[in-house]
């Protein structure tokens, strides 16, 4: 079992950053693959980042491509969601999720991750 709890988000304004962390429990944290999803209200869950176990993978939705980093450091069991450039329209409850495999084809798939955190609310100002 995983338990993964997020923090940093907040109020922003447009074209501001903020630096979503993602703590995950157990010893076993570099085995699993790491996503970044976000909802905002009346949408469906959205694909932002993932990346694989060992941090050599890494995966990006297109809308947040050129503007959005995933890492992690697996010697702090965490995982992070670097935003730059942010936009009113990157206001959501941000989650991050664990999967055993995160590879190209599966880690799009919010199905494919068995473990979420609670989430955390990204307001972003015009």
């Known amino acids: 079992q995983v338990q993964l709890v997020e923090s940093g988000g907040g109020l922003v304004q447009a074209g501001d950053s903020l630096r979503l962390s993602c703590a995950a429990s157990?010893?076993?944290?570099?085995?699993?693959?790491m996503g970044w999803f976000r909802q905002a209200p009346g949408k469906e869950r959205e694909f932002l980042a993932a990346?694989?176990?060992?941090?050599?993978?890494?995966y990006y939705g297109i809308s947040v491509k050129d503007r959005f980093t995933i890492s992690r450091d697996n010697a702090k069991n965490t995982v992070y969601l670097q935003m730059n450039s942010l936009k009113p329209e990157d206001t959501a409850v941000y989650y991050c999720?664990?999967?055993?495999?995160?590879?190209?084809?599966?880690?799009?798939?919010?199905?494919?991750?068995?473990?979420w955190g609670q989430g955390t609310q990204v307001t972003v100002s015009s």
């Open positions: 990346i694989s176990g060992s941090g050599l993978g890494t």
């Open positions: 157990g010893r076993t944290f570099n085995r699993y693959g």
């Open positions: 999720a664990g999967s055993i495999i995160v590879d190209a084809i599966r880690a799009y798939d919010s199905t494919h991750y068995a473990y």
